[in-house]
């Protein structure tokens, strides 16, 4: 596609609840990145993948959230029993390389735990 | 630990006028990249500058200019004869090293232009 692309882009769930969050990156694009952004806050940086592997997941909050790329494209970042705190914005990066080279966001998923 | 502060969170200006953005950053390495992102009422962050801790040569864009200074911390980012269209939440970044796209944000300036 153009560009980064998030879905849902929005997604209600009951506290204690599983969601799966994917990210289709821009093709080609080998870095892929996520982020958190709670509402009027900046990103925090949560995970990072060069090809099919985690090489940075030290933004992980705590063992409930987990993200996967397995084939080195498209990636899920799941979160487990969903506790009200994890309710933000959830965006997805792409770069063409893991450096020297700009990110690329999509527009995020919109997590609301009730 | 790198750290990324924009005091002003929010600043309002009426179209044509002038606006400078601060962001004073904190870091151990010598070796790091500074970025400004936009963002747009519809989410999306749009990147705009990278620049990285060798170079602070200030750079002009259009209406955009950034003032690089080593000696404050500082990366200034001015909009030139504002527009409405430059409404929308403004971050400053930092990553280390090699780190690549791994960014440290600041807390976002929410800029809105006033016709």
């Known amino acids: 596609g153009a560009g980064v692309s998030q879905t849902p882009s929005n997604k209600v769930t009951e506290k204690g609840k599983y969601v799966e969050l994917r990210c289709d990156p821009i093709s080609g694009h080998t870095a892929l990145y996520w982020y958190r952004q709670s509402l009027g806050q900046g990103p925090e940086f949560l995970i990072y993948?060069?090809?099919?592997?985690?090489?940075?997941d030290s933004g992980l909050p705590n063992d409930r959230f987990f993200a996967v790329r397995p084939e080195g494209s498209v990636s899920t970042l799941k979160i487990q029993r969903t506790e009200r705190g994890d309710s933000a914005v959830y965006l997805c990066?792409?770069?063409?390389?893991?450096?020297?080279?700009?990110?690329?966001f999509g527009q995020g998923t919109r997590l609301t735990v009730v | 630990a790198q750290k990324v502060t924009q005091a002003q969170t929010e600043i309002s200006v009426v179209e044509k006028e002038d606006v400078t953005l601060d962001c004073v950053y904190e870091t151990r390495d010598t070796t790091y990249y500074l970025f400004w992102y936009k963002q747009p009422p519809s989410g999306e962050l749009v990147f705009l500058i990278r620049r990285n801790s060798f170079d602070e040569q200030n750079e002009i864009s259009g209406r955009y200019s950034w003032n690089f200074q080593k000696s404050t911390s500082s990366f200034n980012f001015t909009i030139t004869a504002s527009q409405v269209v430059d409404s929308a939440v403004y971050f400053c970044a930092l990553s280390e090293g090699s780190a690549g796209n791994m960014l440290t944000f600041g807390g976002g300036t929410r800029l809105m232009v006033k016709p």
């Open positions: 993948f060069q090809g099919t592997g985690a090489a940075d």
């Open positions: 990066a792409s770069s063409l390389t893991s450096a020297g080279t700009e990110a690329f």
